[in-house]
Each structure stands twice: as structure tokens, then as C-alpha cells.
């Protein structure tokens, strides 16, 4: 019989990089290395064991006497605590300050178009809270007035579209809602792993990955009020209003099936400014830059539009050279949480495998987990809701050993698609490309419990 004894873990270093030592990443990133980010973040994990031990040192020591946090009532249960509204907007506990968003160190040179990564690994069951939503920016982010914000819907030319409008906040507002889960996720996410392993934990490999529960109102029901000719009009044209005037094609297909959302809510509230207030495009499976941020025009049209981002970047760089273009749908991924990079294994015993598993084509089917480096798999559970386009956790009992051990996992849709090896993908992909690598994901187990991202060839 297997046991039952819980293992203890420390957690991953959220933060293992001052200023100037992002500088010299940055710069040593020009050189082809990775030496010094390395360095960093092992001697933040050493210091992170050496933090945790302390108070396990001090119980072990208070075991033959009994264990003081439940001999001594501690402060809060013997006096009042503080005021109800101390704050009229609620935060996490000081406890869990180092649970953030994260930029990662050199992968941009201004901070304005850059990245903040979710911390995957802190997180529990599917949704992200909105202060910890992943970030993309491509020039910086602002905070909207509402009451000024338009959002004007036009026709590429006077026919396909009867009836071109200018909508208002408030009359956006005031048509009939719906309320829907899913997952948005960058396409370069995982991206800097293409061609080895490039960064340390969870949060800097899958983090540009979210999910929410989005409210708005779906494109289509505003496109029917303006009389569009869905026999023509065959694309749509998101532009957002930031200084990079984002635009992208839409394929006209989505916006029929009445996926496509104009949002302002996110996960009850309204939108943050970092994700958009006070209108954003909604594009369930589709890459996250298509979820125009400020969305301030729609156009429809018989034909893509061909702009800036998807046709030089967004795109795949094929291993003949060419340049894969239009190739929006994130595939089937999945990627597991705990135990992940960065974090100790302190004890042989039992532990919860637990991570995450989206398709941008539907609903994920099944999730197997394989503790061997993939040559045995175990189907895990899927935790409900599991829905459509909408990140999916999944678990699995695991009994520890104290030998190195290679942790997978690997999804399937209820297409049937299954989630590649690295050694599949880049066989179809080869190694030089930055956006849609859905490739499985290793994590190595060492004997002495530490966590390493590692690929298998």
C-alpha cells in the first residue's frame, strides 16, 4: 500500500533579480548566454530553503514538548481584530506580498511594450485573479475615461454594412449581456523554450497564459443593429486605441458563432486598465493579441487585412524559411504546476500533481501525467467546470520516492488533437520560431528534491 505520508514543498522564488542584475541579463542576452540569470536564481533557491528550514528546524526541536502554534493561542484569538472597510477595495494577505506578475528579465528592451507573467504556480483552480492577469502591452497602458471612450462600426465599403454607428459606454452597456469562462493566452507563450531551456520556473515558461470570467455583449448582436451583409462582410477589423494602434483580422466565422465578445467585465467587476477598460475584444481559442485592448473600431470586410501584426510578426518561422501567417488558433497545452521549477521537494511521501490544460479548438478531453519521462502515462482527473475554450485543472496522487523523477504531462481535445513532444513539434516547426509552441513540458525531480526545467530529446 502506497503512503500516505504528505511531502513538504518550498515554494519557487518569485523574485530572484534586482535592476542591475536584469541589466547584465539583458546584456549577456546579446552574447547568447545565460550564465549570470542562472546563477541568480540558484542562489535565490538556496536562500529560499535556507528561510523555510528555520521554522521546520524550531517545531522539530519543540516536538518532544508538543508543537507551541497549538499549545499558545496566538494575539488574534485572544483580542479584537482590525475595523471592517480598513480597506474600500480588499488585497491579499501581507503573507502572500511575493505573489505577483512578473516581468521576465531581458526578453524586452522598453518597459512599455513588454510582458508581465502570471504566477502560475500560485494560483489554484481556473481562474486568475484580475490583479494577477498576465500582461501584453505594445505601448504601455492607460486608463480610459469611460464616459469618452466610442467604439464606432463601419463597412470596408457603403454596401456591406447598411448602417455604420457610433456606440456610447452606455449604450453598449445597456444591450442584452452574457457571461462566459475562458482562457487568453499569448503566442509567444512558452516561446523563449523553442530552441532550449531558456528560463527557471513556471511562471516564466507558461505565464503569459490567464482566465476569466469575461462579460459583454457579442459582436454579432451589434453588427446585426448596423445591418451588415454576412454574404460579403467575410472578416472583421479590431482596432484598439492605444499609441500602437493594434489591428487584427477576425475571421467572420467566430463572430457568427456568437463566441466573439465586446467585454467590459472581468470576473464581476469592470475591466482593469492593464486588460483594456473600458472595452476590449473577446476571441475565445484565438492568440491573445487579437483580443484588441481599447477596442475603439470595428470594420468589416470580404477579405484579411493583412496589418503589421499578422503578417510580420505573429507568425511562424517555418524551418524552409518561410513565414506561416494567420495561424491564431492556440492549440491543446497543458502544463503542471506543482511540483514545477524552482520549487523543493523537502520529503519522499505523498503529493498532489495538479496543473493546467486548454484548447483554443474546444474542451479539453483527457489529461495523462507520466512520472517516468513519458514512457508510462496515468490519466489524471479533471476538475469540474471543464469547459470550452476555458482553462482546465487536472490532479493526480503521486507518491514520491526520493529518486529523480521527469514529470509530463499531455493533453487531448475533444477534437482528438493530442499535445506533441518537443521532438514531434520540432520535426513539423524545427527550432527558430518564437509564437505557438504547445510542445510537453518536463520537469525534472532531483534526488535532493530541488525542481529543474528540463527538455528531453
Not at 59 to 67: F, V
Not at 226 to 254: H, N, Q, W
Request: hydrophobic letters at 35%.
Amino acid at each position: 500500500m502506497e503512503s500516505r505520508v504528505s511531502g513538504r514543498l518550498i515554494k519557487a522564488p518569485e523574485s530572484f533579480l534586482d535592476p542591475s542584475g536584469i541589466r547584465e541579463v539583458v546584456a549577456q542576452a546579446r552574447g547568447g548566454r545565460r550564465d549570470f540569470i542562472r546563477r541568480a536564481f540558484a542562489a535565490a533557491g538556496a536562500a529560499g530553503v535556507a528561510v523555510a528550514a528555520a521554522p521546520m528546524a524550531r517545531a522539530a526541536a519543540a516536538a518532544g514538548d508538543g508543537d507551541p502554534a497549538i499549545l499558545e493561542l496566538p494575539a488574534h484569538s485572544k483580542s479584537l481584530g482590525q475595523p471592517v472597510v480598513t480597506d474600500g477595495y480588499g488585497k491579499p494577505s501581507q503573507y502572500e506580498a511575493n505573489v505577483q506578475r512578473r516581468q521576465s528579465p531581458g526578453l524586452t528592451q522598453t518597459t512599455q511594450a513588454s510582458v508581465s507573467f502570471a504566477p502560475l504556480q500560485s494560483l489554484f483552480g481556473i481562474v486568475t485573479p484580475s490583479g494577477l492577469h498576465f500582461e501584453r502591452h505594445h505601448q504601455g497602458w492607460w486608463d480610459v475615461d469611460p464616459s469618452k471612450h466610442r467604439l464606432m462600426v463601419n463597412g470596408s465599403d457603403a454596401a456591406i454594412l447598411k448602417t455604420p454607428r457610433v456606440f456610447t459606454m452606455d449604450e453598449l452597456m445597456r444591450l442584452p449581456s452574457v457571461s462566459r469562462f475562458h482562457f487568453i493566452e499569448c503566442g509567444a507563450n512558452t516561446g523563449m523554450e523553442w530552441g532550449n531551456v531558456a528560463v527557471p520556473t513556471c511562471q516564466y515558461t507558461h505565464g503569459m497564459l490567464s482566465c476569466s470570467e469575461f462579460t459583454g455583449v457579442p459582436l454579432r448582436v451589434v453588427l446585426d443593429m448596423c445591418g451588415v451583409d454576412y454574404k460579403r462582410a467575410r472578416f472583421v477589423l479590431g482596432e484598439g486605441a492605444d499609441g500602437s494602434s493594434m489591428t487584427r483580422t477576425i475571421p467572420m466565422e467566430l463572430v457568427e458563432s456568437g463566441e466573439v465578445l465586446l467585454a467590459y467585465g472581468q470576473n464581476g467587476e469592470m475591466l482593469r486598465p492593464e486588460n483594456g477598460y473600458p472595452l476590449r475584444l473577446i476571441v475565445p481559442g484565438v492568440q491573445g493579441v487579437s483580443w484588441i485592448k481599447y477596442l475603439r473600431r470595428i470594420e468589416v470586410g470580404d477579405k484579411p487585412y493583412a496589418t503589421k501584426d499578422e503578417t510580420l510578426h505573429y507568425i511562424d518561422l517555418m524551418p524552409d524559411g518561410k513565414h506561416r501567417q494567420y495561424t491564431s488558433t492556440q492549440e491543446c497545452k497543458s502544463v503542471i504546476t506543482t511540483p514545477s521549477g524552482g520549487q523543493v521537494l523537502l520529503d519522499k511521501g505523498f503529493y498532489n500533481i495538479s496543473g493546467l490544460a486548454w484548447s483554443g479548438r474546444g474542451a479539453v478531453k483527457r489529461v495523462d501525467v507520466s512520472v517516468d519521462g513519458g514512457r508510462n502515462w496515468r490519466t489524471a482527473r479533471l476538475e469540474s467546470p471543464v469547459l470550452s475554450k476555458c482553462l482546465t485543472r487536472f490532479n493526480l496522487d503521486w507518491n514520491w520516492d526520493g529518486k529523480p523523477t521527469l514529470v509530463q504531462s499531455r493533453a487531448m481535445d475533444d477534437t482528438g488533437y493530442v499535445q506533441p513532444s518537443y521532438q514531434q513539434l520540432r520535426a513539423v516547426r524545427g527550432t527558430r520560431s518564437i509564437y505557438h509552441n504547445n510542445a510537453i513540458q518536463t520537469w525534472l525531480v532531483q534526488e535532493n528534491g530541488e525542481v529543474k526545467n528540463v527538455q528531453l530529446s
